[in-house]
């Protein structure tokens, strides 16, 4: 208990300034921050093209030892993430005084939430973008590798509208050491977007991404997270993320779109946020052929196949018969 508060309290932010430079690159702004670190626009001025990049500087209290050495262990792994709803993964290096930062393709957009709120986007708009980011992820998981931390803050839309997933730099290799998931220096978790076998130190597999992916639904449908953490201690939030399942989304949802929600879309986040990886989707191609009946309004898997649901999404799919 004592580990998992220590992991829940290493979450939050660190307090520190920020450098003016990190390795060969200048750093030109925060871009954003969280558990693992911050992320920062930087550019190399050392070479005939300046070139900008997005680099995540990791806390020195969150590196571990071997971080880079798994680093490299997995560049190769994502080296062969090919896939326009990805952020390329360029390098890791570390700085003079130990800290690990990992060197990203710098991406021009919108973090997703902000571009839903801006655009108005109505519920079937913000699930045909889920189902876009979905395949980035099943991209990766089969190149046997998963993200680890899903999140609003990790992905943006450009202006074409298409989604694009960053931060591979914490991904893991569904190749590594079956026993890597023990240690504590290879455990990485942001509160609202791991999936609680990552608290506890369990094995990783497709099952965290997929429930990464249903609290991201949950907020890009509803407006709110699957949990409100503010003000709560460690052990509070520890109890929420192991022990209570989140209310229904559309209870937290905005009367203008609590109907869109209620039934189908409620179920399919639900089963992604199961407490058991077991009792999720077993793939994140099974969650997106969820999504899809649920657009071409067909019966979802998540919901029990009663005679009445059946015959109420028949009747509205053939309305003017």
């Given amino acids: 208990q004592t580990e998992v508060g ?4 290493a979450a939050l932010p660190a307090l520190d300034d920020d450098p003016s430079t990190i390795g060969p690159y200048r750093v030109l702004r925060r871009l954003g921050e969280g558990g693992m670190g911050r992320v920062f626009l930087a550019r190399r001025d050392d070479s005939t093209v300046a070139v900008d990049v997005a680099i ?12 880079l050495e798994r680093f490299e262990a ?3 792994h994502l080296a062969a ?3 326009p709803g990805i952020c390329r993964f360029l390098d890791a290096a570390s700085l003079s005084d130990g800290r690990p930062y990992v060197v990203m393709e710098a991406v021009e957009g919108e973090p997703i939430l902000d571009y839903c709120a801006r655009r108005q986007l109505d519920t079937r708009a913000r699930v045909q973008l889920l189902r876009k980011l979905v395949a980035a992820v099943a991209h990766a998981h ?8 899903i999140k609003p803050q990790n992905v943006l839309v450009t202006a074409e509208g298409e989604p694009k997933l960053l931060d591979f730099g914490i991904a893991k290799s569904l190749e590594a050491d079956p026993d890597s998931h023990t240690r504590t220096a ?27 992916l249903g609290a991201l639904a949950f907020e890009l449908l509803s407006g709110q997270p699957p949990f409100d953490f503010r003000g709560l201690r460690a052990a509070e939030i520890e109890r929420l993320i192991l022990q209570v399942a989140p209310a229904k989304m559309s209870e937290r949802a905005p009367e203008s779109s609590k109907k869109s929600l209620q039934g189908d879309l409620d179920a399919i ?25 649920f657009l071409e309004g067909r019966p ?3 919901r029990a196949p009663s005679w009445v649901y059946r015959t109420r999404l028949f009747i509205k799919r053939h309305r003017v018969a």
Avoid at 56 to 67: C, E, F, P, S, T
Avoid at 269 to 293: F, H
């Fill in 6 to 9: 220590a992991l829940i309290r």
């Fill in 56 to 67: 995540k500087l990791i806390r020195n209290d969150r590196a571990g030892q071997g971080l």
């Fill in 74 to 76: 997995e560049r190769r």
């Fill in 81 to 83: 993430l090919d896939h």
């Fill in 142 to 149: 089969d190149r046997l590798l998963v993200h680890r931390d």
């Fill in 186 to 212: 290879d455990r990485f978790f942001t509160p609202n977007a791991s999936a609680p076998e990552q608290l506890l130190g369990q094995a990783i597999g497709v099952g965290c991404d997929v429930y990464a």
């Fill in 269 to 293: 986040v639900a089963t992604c946020l199961r407490k058991s990886p077991a009792e999720r989707y077993a793939n994140v191609g099974a969650l997106d052929a969820d999504l899809q009946r």
């Fill in 300 to 302: 979802v898997t998540a």
